[in-house]
């Protein structure tokens, strides 16, 4: 995998070739200041000033202490945003060049990316290891080590919210312009109908695969994201370098790159499908996840919680004060 096939599946740069295939989106640049924040560990409050901040006034003379604690504010880039999540009908799934942060949905309060403000944009973005890959590290597992990283102009990109169920998503996979492989994109759960229907579903990605992405991507090795509807139709997802970078769910990179017993099936692309409840397994991104008293307390959500937190913390350093004292007065005069 090289750098360029990296940059070729950033979203900016598929999305106009296959616009009218895909689902209705927004590019917005991303200001250096939006970045720096996103990638401040410092900063917990979350900003993005498009909804009434609700305010918890805690009189607490336990605690001797007031701060006021402000996240940094963006007129101009909120005004852009909340424009185009109202062209988009209002509700949003957000991303960037190229990951979304499907790793941090549990923080959100429907554990769903369904966005509607910029502040759900960045309690997700802020919690997301995804999104800060993105922003970090996109090269690391590049083959072209020696060569110099591109120049991103990293992009935030809204997509209007769709009701995608699971089981009708699937991950394609081609090597030198031809499709090889598909897999059900969420493995971790059974579909029956994906069993059931596997000749339909094989049939109808690969007609929309000649129709309408072989050799009209900038790649011949490239992975794709498609969802099948309820009628049969077939719409584009996502598009992903062809590399360990991108998750090959049921099939293992080794196996892809090498043919195999892929390369074996003349007739069509090897398909591969969670079959049964036994073999159900645990999302991967559940690893991700945190107690949720932590998620109450970053996002003050739970105001007696936080003053739980506090008088927590200042009770430990009031001891932390006294063992010091002890410790003075017993020293050696």
């Known amino acids: 995998m090289k750098k360029e096939q990296v940059v070729n599946c950033q979203f900016s740069v598929w999305y106009p070739i296959f616009k009218k295939h895909s689902i209705k989106s927004v590019i917005l640049p991303l200001p250096q200041n939006v970045i720096d924040y996103l990638l ?21 003379t336990d605690l001797n202490a007031e701060e006021d604690i402000q996240a940094p504010e963006f ?16 509700r949003v799934f957000p991303k960037l060049n190229w990951s979304a942060p499907r790793d941090a949905n549990w923080i959100a309060l429907n554990s769903s990316l369904q966005c509607d403000s910029l502040s759900d944009i960045f309690l997700l973005f802020k919690s997301s290891d995804f999104i800060t890959h993105d922003l970090t590290q996109p090269f690391v597992q590049c083959s072209d080590q020696d060569s110099p990283d591109p ?12 009701e995608l169920i699971p089981g009708g998503e699937y991950r394609c996979f ?25 000749e339909q579903i094989c049939q109808a990605v690969q007609e929309f695969f000649s129709q309408h992405i072989q050799y009209n991507f900038l790649d011949e090795d490239f992975v794709f994201d498609v969802y099948r509807d309820s009628q049969g139709k077939v719409w584009l997802i996502d598009l992903n370098p062809f590399g360990e970078v991108t998750d090959s769910l049921l099939f293992s990179w080794e196996e892809l790159m090498s043919g195999g017993e ?14 049964s409840e036994v073999t159900v397994q645990p ?36 001891e932390s004060e006294e063992e010091e004292e002890e410790e003075e007065e017993s020293a050696p005069q």
């Open 40 to 60: 401040d560990d410092g900063t917990l409050v979350v900003s993005g000033g498009d909804h009434n901040t609700q305010q918890t006034d805690i009189n607490n």
């Open 151 to 162: 120049v991103i102009n990293y992009e935030l990109v809204l997509r209007k919210w769709s």
């Open 174 to 198: 081609v090597k030198e312009n031809k499709l090889i492989a598909i897999s059900q994109r969420d493995y971790t759960q059974y579909y029956p109908h994906v069993l059931k229907q596997e």
């Open 283 to 318: 999302s991967p991104c559940l690893s991700y996840r945190i107690p949720r008293d932590f998620v109450d307390l970053s996002r003050g959500e739970d105001a007696y919680k936080l003053i739980d937190f506090l008088k927590l913390k200042k009770s430990q350093q009031e």
């Open 262 to 275: 892929i390369a074996q099936q003349q007739d069509g692309p090897a398909f591969r499908c969670t079959t």
């Open 75 to 90: 007129p101009e880039f909120t005004s852009k945003v909340l424009e185009a999540i109202n062209a988009l009908g209002g």
